[in-house]
């Protein structure tokens, strides 16, 4: 199974936990108006310029990820979107656990609900992005719903499968106080699931975004403040 990756970082602190190494696969089926990583974007293929993209086995993808295994605690595979590379995905979660490395999947979670449920089968846990708890909002902002995005989020909350939810927090734009909430409730039901809040910064972003400032560090502790308020036991600010 072929796939197209975008970058392979072998020691990664910040894509779950331990040390891990970090895979991204190249596409996205989101046009968010404040992504930092836009060269992710674009379906990739064989007739199309190579800016650092690669195409490879997926199980030499997972020999490659193997010369590491001794000094990692795992694997974290993201994008761009990885799940729009769904069967390449599919193959090489499969592929690392055959030989025990645990499998993160960062994802933003809008994919069909069996298809997401037949990988929370070959993932040892999901990370997922929540843009926006409101269907409009998430749809100025991404191009498309979150319906899918929220349900599969409460399939992995109820199967245990989360290790972590992130929300992008963007002052006088986005209802950031909205979604927090929304998802602070959701999170409470079940405590060892993380919270993650990252603040906007322009830098690196094309368009109207990058002339909006960044959210202060009172705003950010108050949406910590929420977030803890609803019961959620570990919710960071970056």
Request: hydrophobic fraction near 40%.
């Amino acid at each position: 199974m072929q796939g197209y990756v975008q970058k392979i970082i072998p020691f990664s602190a910040v894509d779950g936990p331990g040390n891990r190494t970090a895979v991204f696969l190249q596409g996205c089926n989101f046009t968010c108006a404040y992504c930092h990583n836009p060269e992710t974007q674009m379906l990739y293929d064989s007739s199309l310029p190579g800016d650092g993209v690669r195409a490879i086995d997926h199980r030499d993808l997972g020999l490659e990820v193997l010369r590491y295994r001794d000094f990692i605690q795992g694997v974290t595979i993201s994008g761009g979107e990885c799940t729009l590379q769904y069967e390449f995905l599919l193959e090489l979660s499969r592929y690392l656990q055959s030989f025990g490395i645990e499998v993160f999947v960062d994802t933003n979670a809008h994919l069909a609900p069996a298809a997401f449920q037949l990988l929370g089968r070959h993932v040892d846990k999901f990370i997922i992005d929540v843009k926006a708890s409101d269907e409009g909002e998430h749809m100025a902002l991404t191009g498309v719903g979150n319906n899918l995005v929220l349900a599969n989020l409460r399939y992995a909350l109820a199967e245990k499968l989360v290790y972590e939810i992130r929300t992008v927090i963007v002052p006088d734009v986005l209802n950031n106080e909205q979604t927090v909430a929304a998802i602070s409730r959701l999170i409470s039901a079940d405590q060892q699931v993380r919270y993650k809040l990252i603040r906007f910064r322009p830098q690196g972003v094309i368009g109207a975004y990058a002339r909006l400032p960044g959210p202060t560090d009172e705003y950010m502790a108050a949406l910590q403040r929420l977030a803890l308020a609803f019961g959620v036991k570990t919710c960071e600010k970056n």
